[in-house]
């Protein structure tokens, strides 16, 4: 390292909350306690959080990950992955006869059962997402037709749905600031839309983005810890950078540049809701070895939310839900 760079950064800022949610906590612990419980290996359908770190870290242990369901041998146990899947990919698994935990977010679960749920009753659907994302194609495979996905305000105009009954849905993770804007627009072309009784926008991402606009005007740069895929994550960065803070997301501590700090002293730390906080310790050693005196956390709200696990993969000791809503 050269020896200018051992004095670049002076303050760190933790953001609060940062890292994992419980929809994330669940899903690696059900894929852990699947291995303890079956044996290797277990097969995941898709990265089961958008993690490099926590897919590795699963491969190592016997977890495998696959996208077409071919892949999986007869009997074997499957894993769902915590953004959904469609109701194709269950139907395959059930005729394939595979042992299926479901380690589906409840809170992307909701979105499902609220769609399942307003189809029977004649509704169509207008859904607020990224095309491609995971999340997204299990969501609007719920249906075979009649959603139509939305991913900006321009797009709203080219919905064409065939009757008067509609319904808005989210994907979870997008931009709150973004969604609303959407959604405004949603609403001023189809008056009647009907939207969710709670946002579909996960408290976790919320909260994550909420502390970004408190951290953001106080540090010079803000650094996200989190994969590409993570769509949170990418939001995050994303946020800051619009309220004027430089930002840059990294996979991990060896990813920081220290050219990212020249001039700014003061450093924002925040992680999405699928990175580990042995990433963000490693990140903070790495600020540290930059010049780092001081880390201090935020003033930020306490996360009680938890999920209960699969029936079969829980015990006397499984984690009850909470219905908190921090």
Request: charged share 25%; hydrophobic share 45%; proline share 6%.
């Amino acid at each position: 390292m050269e020896p200018s760079a051992t004095h670049l950064v002076e303050d760190v800022l933790l953001a609060e909350p940062r890292g994992f949610c419980a929809g994330v906590d669940r899903a690696i612990e059900i894929v852990e306690r699947a291995i303890t419980r079956f044996g290797a290996p277990i097969y995941v359908r898709h990265e089961i959080v958008h993690n490099t770190y926590v897919v590795n870290d699963l491969k190592t242990k016997g977890a495998i990950f696959i996208e077409d369901l071919a892949e999986v041998p007869p009997g074997a146990t499957l894993v769902f992955s915590a953004h959904g899947v469609s109701r194709a990919v269950r139907d395959e698994a059930k005729a394939r006869g595979f042992q299926v935990f479901d380690a589906t977010c409840p809170l992307v679960t909701k979105v499902h059962v609220e769609v399942a749920k307003l189809a029977r009753e004649g509704f169509e659907f207008i859904m607020i997402g990224h095309k491609g994302h995971p999340e997204v194609e299990g969501t609007m495979g719920q249906l075979s037709d009649g959603i139509y996905l939305v991913e900006d305000v321009a797009d709203v105009q080219h919905v064409k749905p065939r009757g008067r009954q509609l319904a808005v849905v989210t994907q979870t993770t997008l931009s709150v600031d973004d969604a609303a804007a959407i959604l405004a627009e949603v609403k001023r072309v189809f008056p009647h839309v009907r939207e969710p009784k709670k946002q579909d926008i996960c408290y976790a991402t919320q909260n994550r983005q909420d502390a970004i606009k408190l951290m953001a005007p106080q540090v010079d740069v803000v650094i996200v810890v989190g994969s590409p895929t993570s769509s949170n994550s990418n939001r995050l960065r994303e946020l800051a950078e619009r309220l004027g803070t430089p930002a840059y997301m990294v996979d991990l501590a060896d990813d920081l540049q220290p050219a990212w700090f020249e001039g700014r002293p003061r450093v924002g730390l925040t992680a999405g809701a699928s990175a580990p906080d042995i990433l963000v310790q490693q990140v903070i050693a790495r600020l540290r070895a930059l010049g780092a005196l001081s880390v201090r956390r935020m003033a930020g709200v306490e996360e009680t939310v938890q999920f209960p696990l699969p029936l079969g993969l829980g015990d006397k000791s499984m984690r009850e839900f909470s219905a908190s809503r921090s």
